[in-house]
């Protein structure tokens, strides 16, 4: 199973690279390119949001595991902590964010990365976040203005945020996290060496190029919906059926989505109500990173007390 994984993301980093280059040199050279940020909103809550979408079943497996026999209590804990996140990045945005962005890094490396490693240490945990900030540096290093305006869309209006933000680029962080990030792919690439570990380097320069040529909300949009949301769903379509693919598959879109389509009404429905006090662009970049960091923060969680308690 494992290797057959890693052979089908070798071939998806592959195509995904190709496919990245070609569309970011087409756009770049197309003037007065965008897409609409609705319809980045509309792939990340169809493509992106359902490689969490069998959170539930993963519950239950949770809940067999602790002998509790009351799902409620699951879907009761996900909704509290998704609605808490909310709550609390009203009240404190700015080290909202910074929480989110650090979770992001270390989530968006492991998910990534760990089907090519076998030993769990907290050297390699390290090595994870260093590979994922990458996905929040690359877009600060070459679109910073245009960063900063999407967090200030966020609510966050600490001067001393926007200060430090300022001490980050002028003083080279951004290039050393970049290259911090850039030892962290050479290090897992090398070590325990294999040809399916191009993937490493097939999806690092993905984000670099995307980032380099688009803005952060496409590129971030590209990265995370045909990308990581679809190297996460291969893995849960593996966990299925091991023995046939396209079955699994099967199962899986039809078991995404009655919570993919869910999650999708409500954000819809939140984007109406907030369109009554932001413009449309505003509240699209809420719905899209506040909700994020919402499905996020639980998903986290599940994922690290599954795997805690099967071991």
């Known amino acids: 199973m494992i290797n057959e994984i890693k052979k089908i993301n070798l071939n998806h980093s592959f195509i995904f690279f190709l496919l990245s280059a070609i569309f970011s ?4 050279k197309t003037d007065n390119f965008s897409i609409s940020p609705l319809i980045c909103l509309l792939l990340i809550l169809t493509i992106g949001v ?24 699951f879907y009761f804990s996900y909704v509290f902590i998704a609605i808490s996140v909310i709550v ?4 404190i945005p700015s080290i909202s964010l910074i929480i989110f962005l650090i979770i992001a890094s270390f989530h968006f490396g492991k998910e990534d990365t760990q089907f090519l490693i076998n030993e769990n240490s907290y050297l390699n945990q390290l090595l994870f976040f260093f590979k994922g900030v990458l996905i929040i540096f690359a877009p600060m290093f070459f679109h910073f203005n245009e960063t900063v305006v999407i967090f200030k869309f966020l609510l966050v209006d600490n001067e001393i945020f926007y200060l430090t933000l300022g001490f980050i680029e002028n003083n080279k962080i951004l290039p050393l996290g970049i290259i911090l990030s850039t030892l962290s792919s050479i290090y897992l690439f090398l070590k325990e060496f294999e040809i399916k570990k191009l993937t490493i380097f097939l999806d690092y320069f993905s984000i670099i190029i995307l980032n380099y040529y ?43 989505l009655p919570l993919t389509a869910l999650t999708a009404i409500l954000c819809l429905i939140a984007l109406y109500l907030l369109n009554n006090s932001y413009d449309l662009n505003s509240s699209i970049l809420k719905i899209i990173f506040i909700g994020l960091a919402s499905l996020t923060f639980p998903h986290i969680l599940l994922e690290y007390f599954l795997e805690k308690n099967e071991k």
């Open 88 to 91: 609390i990045w009203t009240v």
């Open 50 to 73: 359902s490689h969490g979408s069998l959170d539930h079943i993963k519950g239950k497996k949770l809940l067999n595991i602790l002998n509790i026999k009351k799902i409620s209590i």
């Open 25 to 28: 040199l087409i756009t770049f």
């Open 214 to 256: 688009l803005s952060p909300l496409i590129a971030f949009t590209i990265y995370f919906c045909f990308l990581h949301s679809i190297r996460h769903s291969i893995t849960l379509v593996y966990e299925i059926d091991k023995n046939d693919f396209n079955n699994g598959l099967k199962i899986f879109v039809k078991k995404s």
